[in-house]
Structures are given as C-alpha cells and as structure tokens.
C-alpha cells in the first residue's frame, strides 16, 4: 500500500502538531527536561531584565533555547535506543553516553556565555 505524503499547509500543519506533541510529551514525561524548562524560563526573563547589548540578550537567550534543544534530542537518543532494545549493550550505552555529553557540552557552553556576559 503507498502512502501518500500530505503537501502544503496541510503538512506544515500536522508537522505542527506532531512537534507540539513532542514538546508537550517530553514536558509531561521527562523530569530533566522540566527542570531545563523551568530554568530556561527563569534565564530568559534575567536576560530579558538587565542591561546588556543587543548582541549580548541574543547569546543568553539562544543559549536558554539550546539547552531545551539539546535535551530533546538526547531524550530521543535514548528512547530511541530503548526501543531497539533494554538489554544492555556497548553501543547502547555509548549512544546513550554521547547523547549525555551533548547535554553537558551544552550546559558548559550556557554556563560560559552567562559568567562572561554578567562578570
């Protein structure tokens, strides 16, 4: 049976829907996620109160939006790599690993741009 891919608006908006979905899964499901979410939130009302550069506010807010970024495709990773399989196996957890190192990478990068625009 082929299946016919939706074009035009019709696409953008089940596309929508299905994003919205992810979100508001990972919201209601990962505790990691909710926890960036409620500091992401918290960070981008700081940024958006204190006195900086343009240039400045932009890099603390893209960094907010990077960690949920990031979060998301590392809950992914891991969901993914659950549904192949929940035995333990070297490549899972390196693929799991990785995900997890994306996830610090990120929050080391959040923590530098935030010290050097604020000391």
Known sequence: MLFEKKKG????????????SG?????????SFRQLFVLSGVLLVIALCIDV??????????SCFLLLVV?????AIEST???VSLDIHPL???AKDIGGAAQLVTVLMALTIWAVVLL
Request: aromatic residues 10%.
């Open 23 to 31: 979100f508001f899964n990972a919201l209601l499901t990962e505790s």
């Open 92 to 94: 899972s957890k390196r």
């Open 9 to 20: 608006v019709s696409r953008f908006v089940d596309s929508l829907k299905n994003s919205l």
């Open 81 to 83: 790599v659950d549904r």
């Open 53 to 62: 550069t343009k240039i400045e506010r932009l890099f603390l807010i893209a």
């Open 71 to 75: 979060e998301l495709i590392n809950t």
